[in-house]
């Protein structure tokens, strides 16, 4: 605001602009700066893997993905009235990209939101398990209006590991918004947790309110990858 208002002294003598006009033009300057440092805070905070926008996900045919639903999530009501996200498909075809537009659409709506790979947070959460800040980061994690949990199910979990991702998600209950990628359908998470009641449990917070997205379509890291020119 200081460097519009040296910027406003410096008007010709005969400038039409009142001094309304300059106050407001100061003001909304100080407004636009505040919103891109919360926005730039709100991404670091995010610690997306890429820089994914709602506006470059793919709609093609064939996708499993129209672009009414895409402008629907993109407008971040399914946030407000704390629904879920399930991306569902195979390796490569944009689950993890679709989850971080997500959490980056969110960040543009002024919501907090983490992306980060379940195995890793898993991992993160046995070692405040054993340094004694267990309940800070579940305290921390539940304050998060977005969490992404990306390659859900990639490997068998452990029972310590199920249970620990159960409270995770019933901190989040009807509370804010999960966002999950997997390859498994969502009628195979129960086998693939192995334990009947946590599974029971895990499932019924996530599936019952969620957005089921099932991707389709080649690999996008094949498609972006580097071709092996033919030999003359």
Known sequence: MAETFLEVQRDEPGSQRTFGEKVGHMVDREWTARENRRLSRLLRAA??????????????????????????????????????????GKTGC????????????????????????????????????????????????????????????LAPLKDHERRDLLEILEDRYDRSSTVITSQLPTDKWHAALSDP???????????????????????????????TKEKP
């Open 47 to 88: 610690k997306l893997t890429s820089d994914a926008c709602m506006e470059d996900v793919w709609t093609t045919p064939g996708r499993g993905l129209a672009k009414p639903v895409v402008r629907d999530l993109a407008s971040c009501r399914w946030i407000e009235h704390r629904h879920n996200v399930v991306c569902i």
């Open 94 to 153: 944009g689950k993890s990209y679709l989850a971080a537009a997500l959490a980056q659409a969110a960040c543009r709506r002024g919501h907090s939101a983490l992306f980060t790979r379940v195995p890793r947070l898993l991992q993160e959460l046995a070692v405040a398990r054993a340094d004694g800040s267990y309940t800070k980061q579940l305290a921390r994690l539940a304050k998060i209006h977005v969490l992404v949990l990306d390659d859900f199910l």
């Open 197 to 227: 009641t946590v599974a029971d449990a895990i499932c019924d917070r996530i599936v019952h309110n969620a957005h089921v997205l099932t991707l389709d379509g080649p690999s996008g890291r094949k498609t972006k990858g580097l071709t």
